[in-house]
């Protein structure tokens, strides 16, 4: 039976959380929904590559981001300089071409999906140079500001997250008949919340304290920036809630707010978890930066995001949507944090403003409708 299943690609990078974790849902929703017919295949386009550009690629993006955003953002700006950014297209596809085309060659799928920009131009070489006829369809994970290296091919098929990326693309001279717009792809466990018993049970599993609020300090997998900043603000304003982080893969980050606890015992310390979910549940303010999927997250789970730093370009439109939508607070300066929590947690009827203002938005889970999408294309 496996033999004459149908196989459809789903290539990423490992740049960040946010093109695996789409590629991710979508293909495990096909393997559920579909899977006597379909083979869902996970393809990451570095993972023959030269460790050098392994490093440059991933880990570089991973350092950038923590320690050195202003590069980061230096290395954004000017990649929308087509010279440079083609350039770095170039020299991308050099080292993920090869592995892309034998896994094409060997498993002949029957569509692809791409999840980041740097695997476009090796696709479409690769599907040349075969002579193949496979339907490509590319998957802007970033919702609201996407890199124009998003947008290298224009006659391709695009699934974008929001009307104003898909009025940015019209712009650009790309046709409407190629844009596809739909609610961003999280995880389905996001698709709905725990019980108020379920959150009891998270509370208690992870010791926190039932009588007191949980803020949660959360950035992705890496961390959140000046997150050793962000609890010495907060533990020493005496707030008199529960404060929780998450350090991801962050040692440095992990080691610090250890040291911190020596000094406050309540304060409780994750590394890199695989329960975000619960966590969130359990949280009634999230502190965290602007990467799409967790502000998706922590919308879905109608909890109160503070933000206090985001990506320019990439993330500015995910901060100005919740800014603007007055969905929570974007706040810059660390040591306003302790101000704005206080206001939030004795203040009931601006707490509930912010929640009635996420439920009005009616936000939901697009994997269903990517991957039912994904079969008629």
Request: glycine share 6%.
């Amino acid at each position: 039976m496996s033999s004459q299943k149908q196989k459809i690609f789903f290539c990423y990078l490992r740049t960040g959380g946010g093109h695996l974790a789409p590629a991710r849902s979508v293909a495990q929703y096909l393997a559920r929904e579909h899977g006597e017919t379909i083979e869902s295949v996970l393809v990451d386009g570095l993972v023959n590559a030269k460790k050098i550009a392994k490093y440059i690629i991933e880990d570089g993006y991973r350092f950038l981001q923590a320690s050195a955003k202003w590069y980061y953002e230096f290395l954004y700006a000017t990649n929308k300089f087509r010279p440079i950014g083609y350039f770095n297209v170039a020299m991308a596809n050099y080292f993920i071409k090869p592995y892309i085309k034998k896994r094409i060659q060997e498993e002949q799928p029957i569509k692809i999906v791409i999840f980041h920009f740097f695997l476009i131009m090796p696709v479409y070489q690769v599907l040349k140079e075969l002579g193949l006829n496979i339907p490509v369809v590319t998957v802007v994970t970033d919702p609201y500001t996407a890199h124009p290296l998003w947008f290298q091919r224009k006659q391709q098929q695009f699934i974008l997250f929001s009307k104003r990326l898909k009025d940015h693309c019209l712009k650009r001279g790309i046709n409407e008949k190629n844009l596809t717009v739909f609610p961003f792809i999280i995880d389905e466990k996001f698709s709905s919340s725990l019980s108020t018993e379920q959150v009891s049970t998270v509370r208690s599993r992870f010791s926190f304290d039932p009588n007191k609020k949980l803020i949660l300090i959360i950035g992705g997998g890496d961390g959140i920036p000046h997150g050793k900043m962000i609890l010495q603000n907060l533990l020493s304003s005496s707030l008199g809630v529960q404060i929780a982080i998450v350090c991801g893969k962050n040692k440095q980050l992990y080691d610090d707010a250890m040291t911190l606890k020596k000094e406050f015992p309540e304060l409780i310390v994750f590394g890199f978890v695989d329960f975000v979910y619960d966590l969130l549940n359990a949280s009634d303010i999230v502190v965290t930066k602007c990467g799409a999927s967790t502000i998706m997250e922590i919308l879905m789970m109608k909890k109160i995001p503070i933000i206090i730093d985001y990506l320019w370009e990439q993330e500015l439109g995910n901060m100005e949507f919740v800014r603007d939508n007055q969905l929570g607070i974007f706040e810059r300066d660390i040591a306003k944090l302790p101000a704005i929590i206080k206001g939030l947690i004795s203040d009931e009827q601006q707490y509930k403003k912010f929640q009635n203002n996420i439920e009005q938005m009616k936000l939901r889970n697009g994997t269903t409708e990517v991957g039912e999408f994904l079969l008629t294309v």
